[in-house]
């Protein structure tokens, strides 16, 4: 039978207590109403005594910390006192103080926003309003998650987040690294917060004293979109209720506590529209209750211009073009894709023939969306009544690296989405013609996939790596690139639907080998460009795939023998281009420059004036660009090497072909993304006035369709056999040449 334990009365600033031995002086003294200041501990944490601003004098020659020490039966009618009674107790947990906060931004972001650093609510306590010491360096700043921002100069090294995400958590993320001032929180082998194995609970967060671990919602609150007009209710989910639903289970309460507004319920009507295609958002939407249509409803074509009235241009020579939209059919474009399928921002993949689907409860849509602020790929109606949780960035975001709410979002993407994913890819289109060997490989792959998610600039694997896996892409983009000669060369980005991986996975076919491939190595470094979600299939079960079925054996290794190619054909063409800068902005690929000779050029801007004259008065170049010797590359499309305008179109429609050229497709939205990202300001937004079209949603009714669609230099097709441009040029200055025919004339002119 154990002994019970004695109690021991002591007196702490002239109060007597009466507690158990083992008990804390600090627990003793909250007993009894007195504050001790503390900062490395929490009660529901194991004492550390790191900080020792709780120290106290318990009658022997060094001071005690308040909540490490514990009274024993010895100290039985001990004095003890704290610095409200204590000079030299004060001066010490003073001193420390003044110590601190000269290592401490002062106010830090949680101060500022709140007032509660607890580290400069001491110092107000002690007077100290400027410390006498001078401030120590700037530390980085780590803005990796976009949950929590971590400031490296507000840390005091309390390790309250160390124990809160390895003791009560579990998650063994956290540690420290580093010594004397250069010690530091640290996350997995020193990696950035966001690329770590870090789950988001929030609980280091919530730990945190000082503003060194911080909310993002506080340091860089998304921009919040403009509530829809026909929005029938709407109001934030509190925490409690939450935590009740099974989307939510696992996530932190404190979290969810600070992120009380970053969701919100709302409720539509049957016909309603949740949100339109093109309009730039910040939030993603689950479904709790009834389904939604998705569709696209911009019409597809392409920008033509045609036709001509001979005004406009230098002596009205040049013809005056209208600009119309025309279908596919009417402007057949070599190298347009085939593709049966558009990626969106769902579950879904949406049928070129029939752009329209349904999503059910339980489905989550405007994920890309959310993570990475692109414009809204699709519409979205209530197909009836329909209850949804729109969420914040930062709730989005812990879910997807929550583990039991990832387990549940992977688990529905295998069950449902699978489908409708590997019937877009193009490898897959042959199988998928026959639904009875769809379903066996869909059957196949449901339980050998894994799911990953990469963020913004994180390395998913390098050139010479093993390679041991094949990927596809769910949402964001993906940079393909290659190292030659000390530099790095983009050889392409990949979208929704694209793939990557399978050249090192094929190296020991014939095919392969005879380009050179003769390991089963990484050919190129993949990163990804922003939040991008993976498909991971392993080597294993890749080889046991092609194995199976045959057909897709056969398009994988034409289709890898064809990159192979152009790889090839691309690096030739670097090796013996001797111009650095020549290289570096991917002139070599370029397919029709405007060259001016300026020697000749007068600068008249006839050409300038021409292309705007042919194009309804909306100029496709400027004539400013790159100089070269006596040549000016003016500034209209010129197939980038490194082509970022395909990067994020919410619908994947501008691609490179084979030949580098810049497409895009006519499928295209209008909603601007890539003549944003166009850093030439060739691209431009190209629109009709209204128009009325049947609604995808609700065959037999009519709705206006604002035309917009992007457009890059077309070269003028059909005018006078000769772009308006260099028609127009009156002293021959203007030429039309290629990269490769321009270094020549440049090696010509310096003979």
């Known amino acids: 039978m154990s002994q019970p334990v004695p109690l021991v009365k002591v007196s702490i600033d002239g109060q007597d207590v009466e507690v158990p031995a083992g008990t804390t002086i600090f627990d003793a003294a909250q007993k009894v109403g007195i504050k001790i200041p503390v900062l490395c501990h929490r009660e529901y944490m194991n004492p550390v005594a790191v900080c020792r601003v709780c120290a106290v004098d318990v009658g022997e ?193 404190a979290f969810l506590r600070f992120n009380e507004n970053a969701v919100v319920r709302r409720t539509f009507k049957k016909g309603e529209v949740i949100c339109r295609e093109g ?40 013809h005056r073009l209208t600009t119309v939209f025309e279908s596919r059919k009417q402007d ?10 558009i990626h969106i921002d769902a579950p879904v993949a949406l049928r070129y023939d029939n752009p329209v689907d349904t999503l059910e409860a339980g489905d989550i849509f405007g994920e890309m969306t959310c993570m990475n ?47 409708s994913h590997l019937r877009s890819v193009p490898i897959f289109s042959t199988v998928a013609q026959d639904p009875g060997e769809y379903a066996r490989l869909c059957d196949l792959l449901r339980e050998r996939v894994t799911l990953e998610r990469k963020n913004n600039g994180e390395l998913i694997f390098s050139q010479g790596d093993p390679a041991d896996a094949f ?22 980005y990949l979208g929704p639907g694209g793939f990557f991986g399978e050249i090192g996975l094929l190296a020991d076919l014939p095919e392969v080998r005879a380009h050179g491939v003769s390991a089963a190595r990484r050919t190129a470094t993949c990163s990804a460009l922003d939040h991008v979600d993976l498909v991971k299939l392993s080597a294993e079960a890749f080889e046991e795939v092609l194995e199976q079925f045959p057909d897709v054996r056969r398009q994988v290794i034409e289709l890898a023998v064809q990159r192979l190619k152009d790889t090839a054909a691309t690096l030739s063409q670097i090796e013996n281009l001797p111009l650095a800068e020549f290289l570096s902005q991917g002139l070599m690929n370029a397919q029709s420059l405007l060259v001016l000779d300026l020697e000749k050029c007068t600068r008249c801007d006839e050409c300038t004036k021409a292309c705007a004259d042919t194009h309804d008065g909306v100029t496709r170049l400027i004539r400013e660009g790159l100089r070269f010797d006596k040549f000016l590359v003016a500034s209209s499309c010129r197939s980038c090497l490194d082509p970022y305008c395909m990067v994020g179109c919410p619908v994947n429609s501008i691609r490179r072909l084979n030949s580098r050229e810049i497409i895009i497709e006519d499928w295209c939205i209008g909603c601007g993304k890539c003549a944003e990202n166009c850093p030439y300001g060739n691209i431009n937004m190209h629109s009709l006035p209204e128009k009325m ?59």
Do not use: W
């Open 693 to 751: 079209v049947e609604d995808p949603a609700n065959p037999g009714q009519k709705v206006a369709v604002v035309q917009q669609k992007a457009t890059t230099c077309d070269l003028c097709r059909d005018v006078d056999g000769q772009p308006s441009c260099v028609y127009a040029c009156p002293h021959d200055a203007a030429h039309r040449m290629s990269g490769k025919d321009l270094l020549e004339e440049i090696k010509l002119s310096r003979v």
């Open 61 to 253: 020659r060094v001071l005690a910390p308040a909540c490490y020490r514990q009274i024993t039966p010895d100290m039985a009618g001990r004095k003890i006192e704290t610095a409200e009674k204590s000079t030299k107790v004060r001066d010490s947990v003073k001193t420390l103080t003044e110590l601190l906060m000269s290592d401490h931004p002062s106010p830090c972001e949680k101060h500022r926003e709140h007032g509660d650093c607890e580290l400069e609510l001491i110092g107000e306590q002690f007077d100290i309003l400027k410390p006498r010491f001078p401030k120590a360096p700037t530390r980085h700043r780590d803005d990796s998650s976009v949950v929590i921002a971590v400031d490296h100069s507000a840390c005091i090294l309390c390790d309250r987040c160390i124990r809160g995400c390895n003791d009560i958590k579990n998650n063994q993320v956290l540690g420290r690294m580093g010594k004397g001032f250069a010690a530091r929180i640290a996350f997995d082998n020193d990696l950035p917060m966001g690329n770590s194995s870090c789950v988001s609970c929030g609980e280091c967060m919530v730990s945190c004293p000082t503003g060194a671990l911080i909310n993002r919602t506080v340091v860089n609150k998304p921009v919040e979109e403009a509530p829809t007009p026909t929005v029938a209710t709407y109001g934030s989910v509190p925490p409690e209720e939450l935590i009740r639903l099974p989307l939510f289970d696992g996530i932190s309460h």
């Open 279 to 318: 309009e730039f958002g910040s939030t993603a939407f689950y479904i709790e209750e009834g389904k939604v249509d998705i569709f696209i409803k911009a019409t597809f074509n392409h920008t033509k211009t045609r036709g001509g009235d001979g005004r406009g241009g230098l002596f009205g020579l040049v």
């Open 373 to 419: 602020s692109y414009p809204r790929s699709a519409t979205v109606t209530a197909a009836d009544d329909v209850t949804v949780l729109e969420m914040d960035r930062n709730v989005l975001y812990i879910l997807q690296r929550s583990k039991r709410s990832k387990a549940m979002l992977d688990d529905r993407y295998r069950r449902r989405a699978i489908d």
């Open 332 to 341: 057949h474009r070599e190298g347009e894709s085939n593709n049966q399928y």
């Open 471 to 492: 990927y596809l892409i769910r949402t964001g983009f993906v940079k393909v690139a290659q190292s030659h000669v000390g530099s790095e060369h983009v050889l392409n």
